[in-house]
Structure formats: C-alpha cells, structure tokens
C-alpha cells in the first residue's frame, strides 16, 4: 500500500496493525515513496534462569578454593561474585 505523509498521520495505528499483519506500507512525500513501515523481527525467548546450574557451579567453586581460616561465607560469597563475567 502507498499512501501520502499527510494521509499516514490521522491514521497510523491502523497502519501499523496492517504491517504488523505483513502487508508492506509505503509512505510518500510528493509521489515518491521514502519510507516503509515493516515488521521488526520478534526478539528471540528469553530462557529461564536455570537456578540448578548456578547451585551446581557454586558448589563446584566451593569446593575448589582452599579451606580458609580467615573469614566467612559471606566473604567467599563476596569473592565470588567479584570474579564472575558479567
């Protein structure tokens, strides 16, 4: 579909729920199309946070580091999270 900039304001929800459907609008100013409007591919699935796997590496950690007198959970905890990539 084309239709004239002065066209396309008052309705543009309507021509956003049309591209959404798949239909390819053009907008034209003076006769010459110079945009179109054009689904955005979705964002891809956000997984859910495996929580097992986060016990599971800790777990993996904590058993790694040296027995320490020095200290308590808290801190290992603390160490942790500093070393961790985010």
Known sequence: MDINIAAAKP???ELVERAERGELIRIAR???PVVELRVIAPPAEARPFDW????ARLR???AAQP???DGDGNSFVERWRK???Y
């Not at 097992?52 to 016990?55: D, I, P, R, V």
């Open 11 to 13: 309705r543009l929800s």
């Open 30 to 32: 003076r006769g010459k």
């Open 52 to 55: 097992n796997a986060l016990m």
């Open 60 to 62: 993996d950690d904590l």
């Open 67 to 69: 027995a320490s007198t």
């Open 83 to 85: 070393a961790q990539p």
